[in-house]
């Protein structure tokens, strides 16, 4: 039992020295900075989903049939547009399935139909529903993937840069 205190002293004493001790080199301190920074960047995640779900409810209440029925899901602003799915509730009651949506800066909603399969009854209209789709998924692309950067990146980012020694301190 003593040899395993000894042990454990040692890995522990060796962490705190800044000894690679099996974590890549990694100190217990940068660790626990590591871990620290990881929470404070998942709170603002989340403090961000919030605000995104706050912005979009009110445009799906004016759409929906039934607003208590949505649910939302993967919500994010990017830039300036608010991005995710949604579900609700249709007129027979049913949840439709989760879909895509956006919320451009100039206040307009778009929700994403994700299959005219469903819809279309001639050739010509499966055509139309497919270039609709590529459009929609370029449109999402552009707002919602490219240069993905949410508001507490750009925190992150800027709290990075700002650490960083200049030319002139070293």
């Known amino acids: 039992m003593g040899v395993r205190w000894v042990t ?15 974590f890549g ?4 301190l940068e660790m626990r900075r590591d871990e620290a920074a990881a929470a404070a960047l998942q709170r603002r995640l989340e403090q961000e989903r919030n605000i995104g779900e706050e912005a979009v409810r009110p445009f ?20 300036l547009y608010v991005c995710g799915e949604y579900n609700a509730k249709n007129g027979s009651g049913g ?7 956006i919320l451009s800066p100039n206040g307009s909603l778009n929700t994403f139909q994700e299959d005219g399969d469903q819809i279309a009854r001639s050739y010509e209209e499966r055509r139309l529903y ?10 999402w692309e552009e707002a919602c993937e490219r240069e993905f950067t949410t508001i507490a990146r750009q925190d992150e980012e800027a709290d990075a ?3 960083e020694p200049t030319a002139s301190s070293e």
């Open 161 to 163: 840069t700002a650490s």
């Open 8 to 22: 454990l002293g040692a890995v522990v004493a060796s962490l705190l020295a800044g000894g690679a001790g099996g």
């Open 95 to 101: 949840y439709v399935g989760f879909r895509r949506f």
């Open 60 to 79: 799906f209440d004016e759409r929906l049939r039934d607003p208590q029925s949505l649910q939302l899901r993967d919500v994010r602003i990017n830039n």
């Open 25 to 28: 080199g990694a100190t217990f």
């Open 130 to 139: 497919q270039q609709i789709f590529e459009l929609q998924d370029r449109m």
